[in-house]
């Protein structure tokens, strides 16, 4: 995506070979523009658990990111593979609802793990972190592609600007570039098909208001901003044509974790009888098992707000003073609220047997 | 309801016969416990538009207590019931949602509207404000009996505390005293029954977080502040055991407008088979008419937040600056999604005959 006419990824190394690689620092967005380094495996684990970067294909790529830097820091211990093994498991405990950090640590594991050789083991390393941000890219323009043809069939019908809702933020800034469920909405919108965008705040940490809305800004793609109560009553009233969001963790049974909040769109949109979509890379389907962690994150976040003030960011209580709060940060959207999962490889229903017609390397047996 | 030790109510007259009456400016709770003098009827239709009070019952007692203003004032026009007339129209279109505040100016009126008079018309009309705001407490407090079986039902078979969801704040403070949702659960608390409440915060105004969780803290009741979109996966794990909330306007029909984001939650209740009761004054209940208003209030309520910074209370930008929004203020629940209103009379099914049963007055044709 570009930013004032420059063209980002939300992770990258820069042209030296150095241990050290950038993000945007997204708890500063869409106030501040800021990039970090991050030249320690420790650093892109703190990245992952204070949010700096989120989104469950971005926080797949850190992770990868971080083991690179790992593998570069690993020579100075005793025992550089269980260094290497420790810093994995500290990546996967980061955050633990979505299946793509521990699937990218995992596989960075099984593919590098065994290289002997310290200098071939840094470069496969590397590469392999660069190969990974490609295919995660490349996994992000197909999810538009596959989902293009939905947003411009109720265009057809419609012939007039078409309505689309999304909670929480699964674009650009959750993935390495593209988005999950705003791919479709960015190609869409190339097209010359004319979109207007839901914006969910998502609270408590407002992805929608602040993340997604930055980036729609920054595209020119008409769009407003809702309290979260918001999308059922416009549901009622015709103003949506279609939800899309994005997954931090489906499985195969067709259940989908994502942002807390989802299942309640997704029992509007059902009641309304209109399509829900979840943009789905198969990083981020649980191929294996069925269970959910949902994380549980700091009552601080409900019970305070950050926001600009002059210019300032600040944090500021928008609650009773000493009434606790409880934040669970995702929900489970049952696989019958869901119309159809849009993957890399195209668009299934959210059923075991569909989802392995579209990856049968994946099913067990074969 | 008692803060620091002292009995209030929302409304009030002081001992003297002064054309005055007092408030608590809600717009500073919980930060600042402010008592808001309004000494003409323009400020009591000022206080009604910016939320100084709300809450469907306290803004019809709010017009009320505005007219008796009105009546004072009317003198010193050379058409005094002209004037009278006007000022209950300004009233009447403070606020379109609620059914509350039309229904107490007609009734005020009607019943006072003829009285020649001058004295006796002033002190009519301060009776009759005095009468509805007794009247408005009483009915509180029979949703309070009626409702409080609900809830002691559930403890009795589960023997453990009952945890009840409720959305906004439909408690004292959106009433003249006890509050509609919030009194089965205050009377319930007096009797001993252990609860634990779900409030939800309700954006973009969090009259649940601030006004609500007040409330209860001040009643010593255990609750818990959830952003708005945690309580439909509390329901999937069963972690509700009811759902009651307030309404501004309820039709025959058995639908019922109530503040943005309840249709959600009633959506997510029928999905867990939750029970969800509203809890609907007579006052409350549109018996003639079955269209609603929607009030849209600024989109800046939605962009920024007021919060608590030291000592200061301050507007935040909690959004993309350059990023529209939109402020739906209430939304409709059909009445599937409703198990039982409790009004002043008993419980009912939200269907015509029914409520009507309850209130054999109201029916066309008697």
Same mark, same amino acid.
């Given at each position: 995506?570009?930013?004032?006419?420059?063209?980002?990824?939300? /992770?990258?190394?820069?042209?030296?070979?150095?241990?050290?690689?950038?993000?945007?620092?997204?708890?500063?967005?869409?106030?501040?523009?800021?990039?970090?380094?991050?030249?320690?495996?420790?650093?892109?684990?703190?990245?992952?658990?204070?949010?700096?970067?989120?989104?469950?294909?971005?926080?797949?790529?850190?992770?990868?990111?971080?083991?690179?830097?790992?593998?570069?820091?690993?020579?100075?211990? =005793?025992?550089?593979?269980?260094?290497?093994? =420790?810093?994995?498991?500290?990546? /996967?405990?980061?955050?633990?609802?979505?299946?793509?950090?521990?699937?990218?640590?995992?596989?960075?594991?099984?593919? #590098?793990?065994?290289?002997?050789?310290?200098?071939?083991?840094?470069?496969?390393?590397?590469?392999? @972190?660069?190969?990974?941000?490609?295919?995660?890219?490349?996994?992000?323009?197909?999810?538009?592609?596959?989902?293009?043809?939905?947003? =411009?069939?109720?265009?057809?019908?419609?012939?007039?600007?078409?309505?689309?809702?999304?909670?929480?933020?699964?674009?650009?800034?959750?993935?390495?570039?593209?988005?999950?469920?705003?791919?479709? #909405?960015?190609?869409?919108?190339?097209?010359?098909?004319?979109?207007? #965008?839901?914006?969910?705040?998502?609270?408590?940490?407002?992805?929608?208001?602040?993340?997604?809305?930055?980036?729609?800004?920054?595209?020119? #793609?008409?769009?407003?901003?809702?309290?979260?109560?918001?999308?059922?009553?416009?549901?009622?009233?015709?103003?949506?044509?279609?939800?899309?969001?994005?997954?931090?963790?489906?499985?195969?049974?067709?259940?989908?974790?994502?942002?807390?909040?989802?299942?309640?769109? @997704?029992?509007?949109?059902?009641?309304?009888?209109?399509?829900?979509?979840?943009?789905?890379?198969?990083?981020?389907?649980?191929?294996?098992?069925?269970?959910?962690?949902?994380?549980?994150?700091?009552?601080?976040?409900?019970?305070?707000?950050?926001?600009?003030?002059?210019?300032?960011? /600040?944090?500021?209580?928008?609650?009773?003073?000493?009434?606790?709060?409880?934040?669970?940060?995702?929900? /489970?959207?049952?696989?019958?609220?869901?119309?159809?999962?849009?993957?890399?490889?195209?668009?299934?229903?959210?059923?075991?047997?569909?989802?392995?017609?579209?990856?049968?390397?994946?099913?067990?047996?074969?």
């Amino acid at each position: 995506m570009k930013i004032n006419g420059k063209h980002y990824r939300t /992770i990258w190394f820069d042209d030296t070979e150095e241990a050290v690689f950038h993000i945007i620092d997204q708890t500063k967005l869409p106030f501040e523009f800021c990039i970090q380094d991050v030249s320690t495996s420790d650093e892109a684990v703190r990245a992952i658990k204070n949010m700096t970067v989120r989104g469950a294909p971005l926080i797949g790529a850190t992770a990868i990111f971080g083991l690179y830097l790992a593998v570069n820091e690993s020579y100075s211990f =005793k025992n550089p593979s269980g260094y290497l093994q =420790k810093q994995a498991q500290k990546l /996967i405990q980061a955050r633990p609802t979505a299946v793509d950090l521990e699937k990218s640590v995992r596989l960075f594991l099984s593919r #590098i793990g065994d290289i002997k050789n310290q200098d071939s083991l840094k470069h496969s390393a590397r590469q392999f @972190a660069l190969q990974y941000a490609e295919q995660s890219v490349e996994q992000c323009l197909k999810i538009g592609q596959n989902g293009l043809p939905l947003i =411009k069939n109720i265009f057809e019908k419609k012939k007039k600007e078409v309505n689309i809702l999304t909670h929480c933020n699964a674009g650009w800034l959750a993935t390495v570039d593209y988005g999950t469920a705003l791919a479709p #909405i960015y190609l869409a919108h190339q097209e010359g098909v004319p979109l207007h #965008i839901w914006v969910d705040e998502t609270r408590p940490r407002n992805q929608g208001s602040l993340l997604t809305a930055f980036e729609l800004s920054h595209e020119n #793609i008409p769009h407003t901003i809702i309290s979260d109560n918001t999308g059922g009553y416009l549901m009622q009233n015709g103003m949506v044509d279609m939800v899309i969001v994005g997954t931090d963790r489906t499985k195969l049974s067709g259940k989908v974790a994502n942002k807390i909040g989802t299942y309640l769109k @997704a029992l509007a949109a059902y009641d309304n009888q209109i399509p829900f979509y979840v943009a789905a890379p198969s990083t981020s389907i649980d191929f294996e098992n069925e269970d959910f962690i949902i994380e549980k994150r700091s009552a601080e976040e409900v019970r305070k707000i950050k926001g600009k003030y002059g210019n300032k960011i /600040i944090n500021v209580l928008i609650s009773n003073e000493s009434s606790p709060a409880l934040n669970y940060a995702f929900d /489970i959207t049952p696989a019958r609220y869901v119309t159809q999962l849009i993957t890399e490889r195209g668009c299934c229903l959210p059923e075991r047997e569909e989802i392995l017609k579209l990856f049968p390397e994946k099913s067990h047996g074969f």
